[in-house]
C-alpha cells in the first residue's frame, strides 16, 4: 500500500501531516508507525476487485425511489451503489452533455462551467430551472447541483423512480423563483476561484455540532413568525426523518438497519468503551479513575451515535469534515433506546433542581485519544478543536504589524492601515458635466394642480390609473374627471374639517403636513389623497403600512412623524380597519414612538359647494410640496423636504428626457409612495397626461410575467420594473409564448446602478428580443432621495449632444474599486468588476464626483468619489435637521492648487478654492464619470464597508455570495451583508435565507464555499455568515429585505439563525500584542518603562528587584496582622482542642453549643458540650473496637452537614485517629460523584470508613456498583452501632501530629490533601477567635459547606473552641426554602454570619421579587454586623453589591458584608473582624492586568475593573507580593503571589493529584532578595498589597471622590540609587510616599494606615493566549452581560483556543444568537478571539459547594463529549 496516490484526498493529508510531526520530532518512530498503521489500516483490507472507490472520498447523494428492488449495498458497474435504503451513492457524477438532460426544452440561463467534470462544455445548460428542491448533498462547486434531476451516463433507472421525482418536483414548483440574474460574469469568476483554490491542500473546516431539536426547527419551521406568504408552502415530505442520516456504505449493514427505509443512525458505543487509549497531550490534571474498570459502563446522559464521515465537496476540502453529532428525539425507534438517563440532579440531599451546587460531574471520563476518530468513526469534540487548529494554521492574509501596545489610538491605526503598495489616481482633476438644456414642450402644463384640472375638464373620461388584484384581474380605474373630483371633495373637506388637538380645536391651514397611510395595493385611493392635498396647499409624508404595534421599523417613522409636527393621518376604510386596535377600547392602538395621530377616511365625502375653487389657492413655488422618508445606513427615518419648484422642475426634466407624451400607457410595477415610483406614476404622469397601470407586490410573487403580459394586452410605450422583476420575469418561461415586447420603447430600470442589473438586463435583451424587445430601450437609471433621478440612458438614444448610440460597460478591478481608483481590468479576470452605464446627466443638471471622505475636493478622473448634482430639482433639506442639511444639501466642490513658494525653495502649499458660488447636493452614490458624459455607479455611501482601510460594497458581495451555487441554496436570492464595528474596525456579515431543504452539511459546504469565494475575489474576510430559516429576514412593506432591522436584531440577538459561522481568526488583524518583556537590567530607561511585577521575566540579578519594582516613593509590599500577644495568656500557649472539649463538657455541660436547623426553619437538633463529649467518646470506643484503630490511622467520615460529622470527628480525634471528611456521593448523580468519594479515600489511605446508614446503603447500592464495586470498600462502620465497652481515656498526642487532613478539589480539578497539625489547629482558632471576638454568649449562623478549608473549621472547630453558640443551616436545605437563612438571622438576632457565594447568589436571584412578603413576615437584618462570605477567590463585587442593594430594604446594613480569603496552604489569610474597618475598593486597567501590572485608574474608566480588598488579616499573619517565576519581592501596587507566613500555615501537602514537582516549595518558599531566610508558604494566587486610610470615609472610594492612585507602574521613575535607599528608610512610615494616599486628602500621619490585600484570581487558572495572562471571570463577566438570555458561562481554554461555555435559559431556537455577541464582546471587552462557542442547558456548567465554577471538569466533559450541547460553533 506505498502507492499512496490511490489513497483518498483526506488520508494522504493525514499521512503529510504525520510525516511533518516526525521530521520535527513531535512524535516518536514507535508513535509515528502506530498511526500511520491506523490510517491505512482500512485501506488494506479492501478486497482488490473493489472499483467503485475514486481518489476522491465525497459521495453525491441521489433520492431513489424506496421501493427500488435492490438488496443492501448492490454495485452497479458504472459506480453507483444502491441500496434499499433509497439512497444510492454516487462516487462521481458523470459529466453531461445537453443532449442528455431532461427537460431540455426549458431554457436555463445558469451557465455554469463544472469544475467537477473537464467535460461539461463552457456554458451547457446544466439543469432545469426551478427544479432545486431536492437534497443534493454537496456537489462540487461549478456543479449547478442539479444531480437530483438527471442520471449519470449508462444509469437505468427504474420508472417509478421518475414518476416520483416528478411528483416531488411538481409540488415543489411554487418555491423556485431562482436567483440566476445574478448568475452571469460574476457567476462563472466566483467557480473559477473556487477552482483554483481546490488545488491547494487546504485542511478541513470542522462542522458546527447542533442538537436535533435544533436541526429540526432549522430551516423550515418558523417558530415565531407565522407569515402567510406562500414562499412557504413546501410539502411535508422535504423535510421528513427520513433524509435527515445520510450514510456511506461502509456504515450500514443489516445487523444495524432496521427493516424499515426509515435510516436511524447506529448507536455509538459509549464513549468510555474499552478501546480507548490514554490521551497523550493532556495534562493529567483530571481525577484519575484508571483504578476502576468497572466505571467505564457508565451510561451517558443520552445514547450517543456512531457518525460516519461526512460527504465533503472537492472544492470544500480534501479532508472530510465531522458531522454535527445530533441528539435522538425522544420519539426514537425503541430498537435503539439505551437505558435513557435523566439530566443528573446535581442537588445534594434533595430531588429539587439546584443552581448553587453543580457538583463535578464529568470526572468519570477514561483518557481518551481525543485527537483521532475512534476505531468506529465516531468523531470527538476534540477531533474537531484539531481540525479547526489545522484550519488555523493557515498563513493569515495580513501579517500582524510588529509591535505596539494595546492603547486605543495603536488598536485604531492598526484598524485602518495604509496599504504602501495601493493604487493611486493618476488621472486630471475632472471638470463638472453638464446635462443638455431643458426645453419644455410646448402644451406642457405650468404646475401640476393646472395639469390635472386641464385633463380632468378636457378629458376627464380618459384613464389615469388602473390597478390589477391579486389574481390579475382589472379591477378599477380611475379617469381624469373622476381623479379631479374626488381631489376636489378631499382638498374641500381637509379645509372644512375641524380635528380636536387635546382641548383646542384646530384646521388644516396650507402648509401644514399630514401623513398619507395607503397599503401598497391601493394606488387609486393615494393618488386622490395626493392631489388632495395638493389642491389645499398641504405637505404629504406618504409613510408605510404600521403592521402591529411593537415593530421596530414603524417606531422610527413615529420620531419622523413627531419632529414633522404630524396630528392627522389620511387613510382609506379599509386601511383603517386592518390598523392594530387596543384589546381593551377597540380603538386604533397608540403605536410605540408615535405622535396621537387623528385618522381622516379619504372615501365617501360630501360634495364641495359651486363657489369653492382649488385654483384660487396660491401656494408660493419655494414653499414644501412633499416629504419624503429616506433610511440611513443606522436605521434612522429622515424626512426629505422637497419643494414645489424641485417638484415640477424635476418633473419636466423627466417628461424631457423619457421623451413622455400625452394619453402614453406606462406600466408601474414600482412602489408609488417614494422616489422613482412617485416621480414617474403619480407626478410626471399627471403632468403628461399618461394612463397608469400599476401591478400590486403580492400580484408579482403570484405571476412573475404579468407586467409583460400587460404590455402586451395594453401596447404599453414604458414600462417601470426593478432587475429583479426582469430576472422573475425571465424564470415565468411557460408564459412567455405570448409575450409580444414590440410597442416597449422604454423599459426603465429604477435600480440599474446596482451592479448586478447588467446581468439581468443583458439576459432580458437576449431572450426577448425576439419578441419584439429593441436593445435601446433598456434604460437603467441612478437616482436617490436626496438629488432625485441622479441619471437616466434616454429611450431611443437620439438626444441632442450626446452621442446615440452612447451605452458603457467597464470591466474594473474589484481591488483597485476598494482603494477608490478606476482601473481596467481583463473580462477573463477573477477578481473584476462589470458595470454598466447609468445613462447621462439629466437635462439642466450639472454634476460633480467629490471625494466621499473629508472636504468635497473634486476628483481625479480614474478615482471614485459620490456624485453631486446642482439644478434646480433637488431636495432642499432634511426635515428639522439642520446640520445633515448643510453637509449634504449645501456642498460646495473644492479644486485643489498647488502654490509654489516665492523663493523657490519651500513647501508647496496646497490651496482649496470653490469651484462656483452654486450649492451641490450629495447624492449618497458612488461612482466616476466615463466617456461622453455616461455616469457609473459602483455603490452607495450606505451599502459602503471600510474593512481595514479599503472600501467594499455590500451589493458586490451579494452577487458574489449568489454566485455560489445560488438556486441549491439561497431562498429567493434573500441575503443581506451589512457591517458591525468590533475592535474598531468594520466587520462584514452576511446573513442568507437557506431553503426549506438543506441539510446540515450542504449549508455547512456552500458556507465554506462563499467565505473562499469572498475571500479569492475581494480580498476581504467575512467576520460572521449566518443563515435564517425562509422568510426570517425582516421585510420591508414591499417584500425586500429590510438591512437596518436585520443588522439590529443581530447586534440584540434576536435573529434567531438556523446556522452561523463566524470567521475572527481570519478577519481581525488587529489585536494588540503583549507588552515588551525585559531580560535583567538594561537601560535605565527601558527598566522604568517595565512591567510591574515581570510575572514573566526570567532572569533576576541583584538590583531588579530593588529597580524593576520599586519606583520613587514607593515601598515594598508587605503586610501583618496585629499581634495574637493581645490576647489573654491561656490563648498564647497553644491548646489541644480535645482538652478544649473536655475543659467545657466539665465546666458548662448543658451549653447549647451547636444547634441544626431543617429545611423550615425549625431545630432538628441541638447538641451541649457534654453531650459532644459523650457521643465522641462512644465513637472513639466503637473505632477502636470495630475497627480496630490505632492513634496515627486515618478514617474516611463520609456524612451529610450536621451534628453526627461533629460527633464523629471528635471521635477520631479522641482516639488519637486522622479524620477525613469527605462529601457523600449524590443520590441522583452517582456515576460522577462516587468516583470522587472513593478517590479521595483511596488517596487519604484511610483505613476504615465511618458514616451513617443511608450513605452506607447508598455505597452498597445496585446503581452505584456500576461505578465502584462494592466489594472493594474499605471496611465501613455505621456511626449508630453502639460499643461493647466504654472509651478508656482521650490519647495524648504531641502539638505537632497530624489533627487532620483537609483534601478538596481546586478549581482548575486538581485534588490536594493538606496535612493540619494541632499546633495549626490551634492558632488558627486563636486567632479566628480574637478577629470576630467571638465568646459563649454570642451566636454565630453558618451556612456552609463542612468538609474543607475555612468552612470546615467554621463548622467543626471553632464553636468547641470559643464556646459560642453555632447555628448550623446545610446550605442545600437554603434551596429548598431560600428564605431560610434570612429568616434565621432575623428570628435568632445573630449578629454574625458566615456563608458561601453559593448561598448569596441563590438568595439573589430567588427572592428577588419576594421582598414585600419578606417584609410582611417581619424578617429584620438590622441585627447583622458582620456577613463573610467564605471563598478561595477575588471578591465578587458585582454579586454582594446586588445583594445588599437588594436586602438593603430590609435594613441590611451594606457595610457589614465582606469576603474573607484563604487557600490550601492556609484555610484563613483575611476574615473582616468585628470592628475591622469597611472594605476598601480600588479600580484597576484590566489591559494593565494582562500584562501582570497594576494601574489604578478612576471609577468608571474605560477597561476598569473594580477589585475589593478581601476582609482584613487576621492576628498573627505576614503577608508578602513575590514575583511566582523569579521569587523577587514585588513593591506596594505590583501585581505578584500572595505569599504567607502564619503559625496556622498548614503543614506541607498530605498527597497532591498531579505532578508533584511543581509543588514542592509550597510551604518552604524563600525571596531571592531581601530577608532570604525567612520561609513563606505560596498561596497560588495572584495579588496585590496597598496602603490604604482606616477611616471609614476614605476607605470606601466613594463616587464622588476619585481616586487619585496615580498609574505608579506605568509612569516608574528612577531619580538615583540614593533615592532608593532614602524610600527604604521611610518605607515603614509611608509618610512621603504619595502613591499610599488614596484621594491624596490630608497627611497620613492623620490616620490609621492600614496594608489591603486584594486578590486578583489563581496562578493555575490565568488564561495565557497570545502572550498576555487573563482571568477567567473577567471573560465570563463580559459574556454574562452580551445576552439576556445567557444564565452562566463558563470558559477555559483547548491547546490554543478560548472556548466559551454559556447556558442558554431560553428557547433552543435562540441559540444561535448567542454566537456572535459572545465572539464581539470578548473581541471588544478583552481583544481574544474566541475559538468555540458551546451554548448548552442550563445547570451544565458544574458549580461546586463553595460556589466556584469547576471549568476543567466542564472542559472534560466537553472534550469528552458528555455536555450535551444545544450548539458548538467552532470560529474560523
Known sequence: MEHTSSLPGYVREKLAELDLELSEGDITQKGYEKKRAKLLQPFLKKHEGDKVKSTQPPPYYNVKDTNNSNSHGNINNDGVIVSSEGYSYVTEVPSLSSSQQRHSKKIDFHQSSSVSTSSTPQGGNAGAPGYENMRPQGGAVGDPGYQNTREPSGFQNPQSTNNSQHRQRRTQRKVTHNEKRYHSVRQEAVQQALAALKGRPKPSLPMPSKRTSVLNRSPGCNDELDSSTDDESIPEETISPDKEYNYPRDHISNSILPPEPIIKPPIRESSMGPQQHSRPDV?????????????????????????????????????????????????????????????PDITQFNNAHRAADRVTRYVNVTQNDLTETDANGKWKVSAKIQQLLNTLKRPKRRPLPEFYEDNDIELEIAANTKDPNAPKPEGSTMTPVQGEQLSIPAGLPRTLECALQRYGTNSFKSPMATVLDPNGKITTTLTYGKLLSRAQKIAYALSTKIFSKGPEQVTLKPGDRVALVYPNNDPLSFITAWYGCMFRGLVPLPIELPLSSSDTPPQQVGFLLSSCGITVALTSEACLKGLPKSSTTGEIAKLKGWPRLQWFVTEHLPKPPKEFNVGNLRVDDSAAAYIEYTTDKEGSVMGVTVTRAAMINHCRALTMACHYTEGETIVCVLDFKREVGLWHSVLTSILNGMHVIFIPYALMKLRPSSWMQLITKH???????????????????????????????????ADGANPWSLSSCDQFLSVFQAKGLRSDAICPCASSSEVFTVSLRRPGRGSCGFSPSATGRGVLSMAALSHGVVRVDSEDSLTSLTLQDCGQV???????????????????????????????????????????????????????????????????????????????????????????????????????????????????????????????????????????????????????????DCSEEESFQWMSRVLQAVDSIHQVGIYCL????????????????????????????????????????????????????????????????????????????????????????????????????????????????????????????????????????????????????????????????????????????????????????????????????????????????????????????????????????????????????????????????????????????????????????????????????HRSLSSLCASLKLACELYPSRHVALCLDPYCGLGFVMWTLIGV?????????????????????????????????????????????????????????????????????????????????????????????????????????????????????ESAQVYVDMRALRNNRVALVERGAPNSLCVIESGKLLPGVKVIIANPDTKGHCGDSHLGEIWVQAPHNANGYFTIYGDETDYNDHFNAKLVTGATSELYARTGYLGFLRRTECSQAASLLDETTPSVASRDSDTESLNSMSQLQLNFSNASLGANSEHSLIGGAGNSNDQELHDAVYVVGAVDEVISLRGMNYHPIDIENSVMRCHKKIAECAVFTWTNLLVVVVELDGNESEALDLVPLVTNTVLEDH??????????????????????????????????DQLDPIYVAYNM
Not at 469534515?321 to 435503539?336: G, L, M, Q, T, V
Not at 409575450?739 to 422604454?746: G, K, N, P
Not at 434565621?1384 to 428577588?1408: N, P, W
Request: proline residues 7%; hydrophobic residues 35%; charged residues 20%.
Open 842 to 996: 439629466m437635462p439642466a443638471a450639472q454634476m460633480v464626483v467629490v471625494r466621499s471622505e473629508g472636504s468635497p475636493v473634486l476628483c481625479k478622473t480614474d478615482q471614485v468619489g459620490e456624485i453631486c448634482v446642482t439644478s434646480g430639482s433637488t431636495s432642499a433639506s432634511y426635515f428639522g435637521l439642520d446640520g445633515m442639511t448643510n453637509s449634504t444639501f449645501k456642498v460646495q466642490p473644492l479644486l485643489e492648487e498647488f502654490e509654489q513658494p516665492k523663493d523657490g525653495n519651500g513647501t508647496v502649499n496646497i490651496i482649496s478654492k470653490p469651484i462656483g458660488e452654486d450649492f451641490y447636493v450629495r447624492s449618497g452614490l458612488l461612482g466616476f464619470l466615463g466617456p461622453g458624459g455616461l455616469v457609473f455607479v459602483c455603490g452607495s455611501r450606505d451599502g459602503l464597508m471600510t474593512v481595514t482601510g479599503r472600501k467594499h460594497n455590500a451589493d458586490d458581495i451579494i452577487a458574489t455570495v449568489l454566485a455560489v451555487e445560488p438556486m441549491r441554496f439561497i431562498y429567493r436570492g434573500r441575503i443581506a451583508v451589512f457591517s458591525i464595528k468590533v475592535l474598531r474596525d468594520e466587520r462584514v456579515c452576511v446573513i442568507a435565507e437557506q431553503r426549506p
Open 1026 to 1317: 449566518a443563515l435564517v430559516p425562509p422568510n426570517h429576514l425582516p421585510k420591508t412593506p414591499l417584500g425586500g429585505i429590510h438591512l437596518c432591522e436585520a443588522r439590529r436584531r443581530f447586534l440584540e440577538g434576536s435573529l434567531h439563525p438556523a446556522n452561523v459561522l463566524m470567521c475572527p481568526h481570519t478577519c481581525v488583524t488587529n489585536l494588540p500584542k503583549p507588552r515588551e518583556l525585559h531580560q535583567g537590567v538594561q537601560t535605565a530607561a527601558k527598566i522604568s518603562s517595565s512591567s510591574g511585577c515581570g510575572i514573566t521575566d526570567t532572569g533576576v540579578g541583584p538590583a531588579s528587584v530593588m529597580v524593576g519594582n520599586l519606583v520613587q516613593g514607593n515601598r515594598l509590599a508587605e503586610a501583618h496582622g496585629r499581634d495574637v500577644g493581645l490576647a489573654e495568656d491561656c490563648e498564647r500557649k497553644p491548646q489541644l482542642i480535645t482538652g478544649v472539649l473536655r475543659w467545657r463538657a466539665g465546666t458548662s455541660p448543658d451549653h447549647i453549643i451547636f444547634t441544626l436547623l431543617n429545611s423550615k426553619g425549625a431545630i432538628a437538633k441541638t447538641l451541649t458540650c457534654s453531650e459532644l463529649h459523650k457521643r465522641a467518646e462512644k465513637i472513639a470506643a466503637l473505632l477502636q473496637e470495630r475497627g480496630r484503630i490505632e492513634p496515627g490511622d486515618h478514617v474516611a467520615l463520609i456524612f451529610p452537614p450536621g451534628l453526627d460529622l461533629l460527633c464523629a470527628f471528635y471521635g477520631c480525634l479522641y482516639l488519637g485517629a486522622i479524620p477525613i471528611t469527605i462529601r457523600p456521593p449524590h443520590p441522583q448523580n452517582l456515576n460522577t460523584t462516587l468516583p470522587t468519594v472513593r478517590m479521595i479515600v483511596d488517596v487519604s489511605k484511610s483505613g476504615i470508613v465511618l458514616s451513617i446508614q443511608p450513605i452506607i446503603k447508598l455505597l452498597k447500592s445496585r446503581e452505584a456498583a456500576t461505578s465502584i464495586d462494592p466489594k472493594t470498600w474499605p471496611p465501613i462502620l455505621d456511626i449508630d452501632d453502639n460499643p461493647k465497652r466504654k472509651y478508656a481515656g482521650i490519647a495524648t498526642v504531641s502539638f505537632d501530629s497530624s489533627a487532620y487532613l483537609d483534601f478538596s478539589v481546586s478549581t482548575c480539578g486538581r485534588l490536594s490533601g493538606v496535612n493540619i497539625t
Open 1361 to 1477: 473552641y470559643s464556646g459560642h453558640h453555632s447555628i448550623l443551616i446545610a446550605p442545600y436545605e437554603v434551596e429548598t426554602n431560600p428564605s431560610l437563612w434570612l429568616s434565621t438571622l432575623s428570628q435568632h438576632r445573630v449578629r454574625d454570619t458566615f456563608c458561601s457565594y453559593g448561598v448569596i447568589e441563590l438568595c439573589t436571584k430567588a427572592l428577588s421579587n419576594s421582598i414585600p412578603s419578606l417584609k410582611q413576615r417581619n424578617i429584620d437584618l438590622r441585627c447583622v454586623r458582620t456577613c463573610v462570605v467564605v471563598a478561595e477567590e477575588r471578591p465578587r463585587v458585582q454579586l454582594t453589591q446586588q445583594f445588599c442593594k437588594l436586602f438593603q430594604a430590609l435594613g441590611l446594613n451594606t457595610r457589614c458584608v465582606s469576603t474573607s480569603f484563604g487557600c490550601r496552604v492556609n484555610p484563613a489569610i483575611c476574615v473582616q473582624g468585628a470592628s475591622s474597618a
Open 715 to 749: 401596447r404599453a410605450s414604458c414600462c417601470l420594473v426593478k432587475s429583479r422583476d426582469l430576472h422573475w420575469g425571465l424564470l415565468a418561461t411557460k408564459d412567455h409564448k405570448d409575450i409580444s415586447l414590440s410597442s416597449l420603447r422604454m423599459l426603465l430600470v
Open 283 to 343: 495534562k493529567q490534571n483530571q481525577l484519575p479513575n484508571q483504578k476502576y474498570p468497572s466505571s467505564n459502563s457508565a451510561p451517558e446522559r443520552r445514547p450517543p451515535q456512531n457518525l460516519p464521515p461526512i460527504p465533503t465537496s472537492d472544492a470544500l476540502s480534501t479532508d472530510a469534515p465531522p458531522i454535527a453529532y445530533k441528539r435522538e428525539n425522544d420519539f426514537s425507534d425503541k430498537a435503539f433506546k439505551q437505558k435513557q438517563f435523566n439530566a
Open 1727 to 1760: 481583544q481574544l478571539i474566541v475559538g468555540v462557542v458551546v451554548v448548552v442547558d442550563p445547570g451544565v456548567v458544574p458549580i461546586n459547594s463553595r460556589g466556584e465554577k469547576q471549568r476543567m471538569h466542564l472542559r472534560d466533559g466537553f472534550l469528552a
